[in-house]
């Protein structure tokens, strides 16, 4: 539990009461790697935090999976759509890596909203932070070139390039995978002809 | 003020106590039609509601005005990245009619935050509704043809298609004017088929 309480202490400051009513409503889960946490159709009635592994969500556009984004250590994750809606995700979530989640029920948080409203600010604050990551990642795809999506990618989640495989990381970025093998040559020839 | 009280009231349902101190925090200011609510490079310190008229905001690539999204009465919108994080906004909102829009500061509500906790949970509210908005719109560019995103937009905002002019959601639909031209004549050829 100690990762999720530093986690929620980092943005909100609850009372000793008030992190066991939290530490009761979590539950935790293992996933094997490739095993699906939620498949489309399904309602997503939980909040994750990955207390260890790698997962990723994504949607089928035509036959093809679509990568949206992947969560790593000490991140949250919910499909907020599902989540917020009731209604069935239009995504999947895989787990990449072997994985140990710990998991928010709906029901309970929102009891959990009423009865100790510093958990309102808790949502509030998980709503925003997961507003900010989709504006950086849709504006990178209407402002960005591929080759500055890639670049970008590296250099705000080096952690995640080598541990997710390379076509995951192409669909994700929104490059056919023998484009991002290009830009990656590049960026190697240029880093060898400055070193 | 009556439209932003109905607005709120059908998101939480705050005492007249709690009432009185959100309205006694809320600014009314009026703009004409082409001008400036926020300018790139100023930090953006209030949540903005609509009262009256039509706004759009914008981001510039490479000399262009790429058009974000459209927000009219009863909407509500901020730009949440430069209000959460205080650095200079990337992005600049303009009037596209006059209009009327009633302010929230930002320091003020952060105050009524912690005085009432209720605005919290309009907060929360907000931040998931501005998400799932996104939301939407980053699936539409992800999975969807320019052709289908034009009649989803018909479909979902018929009431911004006679209001906005052509150019800008030609911009927000990250479609050439021209093709945006050949689409809508191509629909309209099938309409005339089908009557």
């Known amino acids: 539990m100690q990762e999720i309480l530093h ?3 980092h943005l909100i400051k609850p009372s ?26 399904q309602i997503c009635k939980n909040v994750y935090f990955i207390r260890k592994g ?30 917020l809606t009731h209604r ?10 072997n994985s140990e989640l710990l998991l928010l029920p709906k ?14 600010r808790l949502g509030r604050i998980l709503a925003e932070q997961a507003f900010l990551g989709l504006k950086n990642r849709h504006s990178a795809y209407i402002l960005r070139s591929p080759q500055e999506r890639y670049t970008s990618f590296v250099k705000n989640c080096p ?6 495989p390379q076509h995951y990381i192409a669909s ?24």
């Open 172 to 195: 994700y970025l929104g490059i056919q995978p023998q484009s991002l093998s290009r830009i990656r040559k590049r960026i190697s020839l240029v880093q060898d002809l400055l070193t």
């Open 16 to 41: 000793n009461e008030e992190l066991r009513a939290f530490t009761d409503i979590v539950l935790a889960r293992s996933y094997k790697k490739k095993e699906l946490i939620l498949q489309e159709g």
């Open 7 to 9: 986690a929620i202490q």
């Open 88 to 97: 069935p995700s239009r995504l999947s979530i895989e787990a990449l890596e």
């Open 107 to 120: 029901q309970q948080m929102e009891e959990l909203y009423v009865k100790h409203p510093v958990f309102e």
């Open 159 to 164: 952690h995640l390039v080598q541990r997710v």
């Open 54 to 83: 790698l997962i990723r969500y994504y949607q089928v556009k035509e036959g093809t999976e679509v990568t949206g984004q992947f969560f790593s250590e000490n991140n949250w994750y919910t499909d907020l759509e599902s989540f």
